[in-house]
């Protein structure tokens, strides 16, 4: 069974920087697109990153430009650098699969606030 943990989410200023980090366990990560999602209560998961297994990255339009998206195969897991946070970016970050998620896992929590 895959396991997905997330981690380091915490509270930053408005405009400040944090990196995510998803770890995977029971796959070999490296097989999958994996994307970052973020979602806040009342509202649908959104899709704000996504890895491909060749590297490549695509990004949300409100994203593009200050978040990265990058993976360590050898660690079995993906990051997400944010930079230029802003208040509306406050929600529960999760990583799975693209387009065929596992079972999701619990988030990190990432409050943009002063």
């Known amino acids: 069974q895959v396991q997905l943990v997330e981690s380091g989410g915490d509270l930053v200023q408005p405009g400040g920087s944090l990196r995510l980090s998803c770890a995977a366990s029971g796959a070999t990560f490296s097989s999958y697109p994996i994307g970052w999602y973020r979602q806040t209560p009342g509202k649908e998961r959104e899709l704000v990153a996504r890895?491909?297994?060749?590297?490549?990255?695509n990004y949300a339009d409100s994203v593009n430009g200050r978040f990265t998206i990058s993976r360590d195969n050898a660690k079995n897991t993906v990051y997400l650098q944010m930079s230029s946070q802003n208040p509306e970016e406050s929600a529960v970050y999760y990583c799975n699969r693209y387009l065929l998620p596992f079972y999701w896992g619990q988030g990190t929590q990432v409050t943009v606030s002063s």
């Open positions: 890895i491909c297994s060749s590297g490549s990255t």
